[in-house]
C-alpha cells in the first residue's frame, strides 16, 4: 500500500507539473514584450531625453530625435525639452547635459514646431518707457571679442543701458530671436565675471518672452554674456547709476538683443 500511495503522489506531481508548463507556456503565455520609454519613471525619462540630445548632437538627425522623443507620449517635444535645459541649468547639473539639450530645443525650434500664437515677439523695453529716470551720463558701447567671418551664429542687435527703478535689483536682460525676428527659447547663455560663472536659458519667463532670460548682476561687477557656443561674448557690461526725475539715483539695467543669423 505504502508503494501504491508513493506512485500516486508521484504520479500527482507529474501531472501537476505537466498542466503547469502547458498553462505557462501555451494557454496563459506571458507577454515578452519589453517596456516602452513612456513607461518610464520621471527621473529615467529625463535620462532618455538627455541621451536623445546627446546622440542629435552626434549624428544632427534631428528626425530621428523627434521620433525618440515621441516614443516618451510627448504631444509636442519642444516644450519638454525646453523645461528640462532650464532645470538642468538651474540645479547646476552637468554642463554637458545642458548644453545637448539646449542645442536640441534650439533645432527644434528652427524646425517650426512653435506654436504660432507664441511667435509674436514680445515688446522691447526702450528708454522712452520710463520717462522720469535719466541715465549718468556714459558712454555704452559694445566690445565684441574678434572671430573668423562667418562663424557667428547670432548678432548682436542692441546694447543699452535701462533705468528702471521698480526693480529690486539689476538685471542683465536678454531677447533672443531667429532670423525672423520670431522669439528662441532654450538658448544657453553663458555669463562670466572676475568671481565666478553661471549657465542660464531663454524660456524661463514665458509671461514676458520665450526668447526673454535675465540674470541678477552686483553694483560695481563688470560681466561677459555669450549666446550659444559659437557667437563672441559681449564684454564690459555693468550696471551703471540713474537718477530718477525726483533726485533718486539707482542701480539702472543693461539690455541685450540677440538675433540668428543663419
Not at 527644434?108 to 518707457?129: I, M, N
Not at 520665450?210 to 563688470?222: H, N, Q, S
Not at 564690459?236 to 539707482?250: D, H, I, K, T, Y
Request: charged share 20%; proline share 7%; net charge negative.
Amino acid at each position: 500500500m505504502r508503494v501504491i500511495r508513493g506512485n500516486l503522489l508521484l504520479l500527482g506531481l507529474g501531472v501537476g507539473v505537466v498542466i503547469g508548463l502547458l498553462s505557462g507556456w501555451v494557454v496563459y503565455p506571458r507577454d515578452a514584450g519589453l517596456a516602452s520609454p513612456e513607461g518610464l519613471r520621471q527621473d529615467y525619462q529625463e535620462m532618455y531625453m538627455v541621451m536623445v540630445a546627446a546622440a542629435h548632437r552626434g549624428n544632427g538627425d534631428l528626425e530621428r530625435a523627434r521620433v525618440r522623443l515621441e516614443a516618451l507620449g510627448l504631444s509636442d517635444s519642444l516644450p519638454a525639452i525646453t523645461a528640462l535645459a532650464q532645470r538642468s541649468a538651474a540645479k547646476g547639473r552637468a554642463p554637458f547635459d545642458v548644453a545637448v539639450l539646449g542645442e536640441l530645443a534650439l533645432a527644434l525650434s528652427r524646425g517650426g514646431l512653435q506654436p504660432a500664437a507664441e511667435l509674436l515677439p514680445a515688446p522691447l523695453p526702450t528708454l522712452e518707457t520710463i520717462a522720469t529716470t535719466t541715465p549718468e551720463p556714459k558712454a555704452v558701447t559694445p566690445t565684441v571679442a574678434p572671430t573668423a567671418a562667418g562663424t557667428n551664429e547670432f548678432k548682436l542687435i542692441v546694447r543699452d543701458a535701462i533705468c528702471e527703478q521698480g526693480l529690486d535689483v539689476p538685471l542683465l536682460q536678454v531677447r533672443v530671436v531667429d532670423a525672423a525676428v520670431r522669439p528662441l527659447p532654450g538658448v544657453l547663455l553663458t555669463v562670466d565675471w572676475a568671481g565666478g560663472h553661471d549657465i542660464f536659458a531663454t524660456g524661463l519667463y514665458p509671461e514676458v518672452g520665450l526668447g526673454y532670460a535675465d540674470f541678477t548682476m552686483t553694483p560695481g561687477e563688470v560681466y561677459s554674456l555669450q549666446v550659444g557656443s559659437q557667437t563672441p561674448a559681449a564684454r564690459g557690461l555693468a550696471s551703471e547709476q540713474c537718477r530718477a526725475g525726483n533726485g533718486v539715483v539707482f542701480d539702472g539695467s543693461v539690455y541685450l538683443r540677440w538675433q540668428r543669423e543663419r
